[in-house]
């Protein structure tokens, strides 16, 4: 007889606990990722800040941001900016805008002075980036999905993380020989594989 008012009584609690649940969830989850992550913790934090500054400046410059299409990716203080401007001189704002936020280390004005995208080129880039992944953390036990960033512009790949020459090259490999792509550009930033990082 005091099985169910116990438990009704935990899941009344966990009802009106559910804001609280999911805020652990949700910070069980972003620990977890920044745990997985080779970059240190303050190099995981200040890529998110370049990333939100960096769109900020852009979206902030109505003209540029309308006519232009941009991807912006920061890994351990390295930026690379992909995407599609008008004008040369559109793609130098984008490199002044990289020049006034602090802490890049390295940066890469990888965008294309050509029309802007279509959606289904868009749809075709997200698809063969999953496949890319899908194919490298299945072959590479050894990495994690916070270890390589993979980015897909109108069929050609950027490849940034932290790994070994060993591994850059294996990935690179995989990416190269996925039916669809184009070209492959490494954009790695090579680790000592005794590093306790890799």
């Known amino acids: 007889m005091r099985t169910f008012p116990l438990t009704a009584l ?4 966990l009802y009106a606990l559910s804001g609280c649940t999911a805020a652990v969830v949700g910070g069980a ?20 800040s370049i990333k939100s500054k960096l769109s900020h400046l852009y ?42 936020v602090k802490n890049v280390r390295n940066y890469f004005n990888e965008v294309a002075i050509a029309n ?13 980036t999953s496949k890319i992944k899908t194919a490298i953390f299945s ?12 980015v897909t512009e109108s ?7 932290l790994v070994t020459p060993e591994q850059g090259n294996q ?3 995989i990416a ?3 039916r669809g792509v184009k070209r492959v550009i490494k954009l790695f930033e090579y680790q000592n594989p005794n590093d306790k990082r890799i």
Request: aromatic share 6%.
């Open 10 to 13: 935990i899941i009344i609690t």
């Open 59 to 100: 979206y902030e410059d109505k003209e540029l941001s309308k006519t232009t299409h941009i991807n912006i990716t920061s890994y351990n203080r390295w930026v690379l900016i992909t995407g599609e401007v008008a004008t040369e001189q559109q793609k130098q704002q984008l490199t002044e805008m990289i020049n006034k």
């Open 155 to 161: 069929s050609s790949v950027f490849l940034m993380g």
């Open 116 to 128: 802007v995208s279509s959606m289904g080129t868009r749809t075709n880039d997200s698809f063969l």
């Open 171 to 173: 990935i690179t490999e």
């Open 29 to 48: 989850v972003v620990g977890t990722s920044v745990a997985l992550d080779k970059r240190t913790t303050g190099d995981y934090v200040e890529d998110q």
């Open 139 to 150: 072959k590479m036990k050894e990495l994690n999905g916070a270890q390589v960033k993979v």
């Open 176 to 178: 190269r020989t996925t």
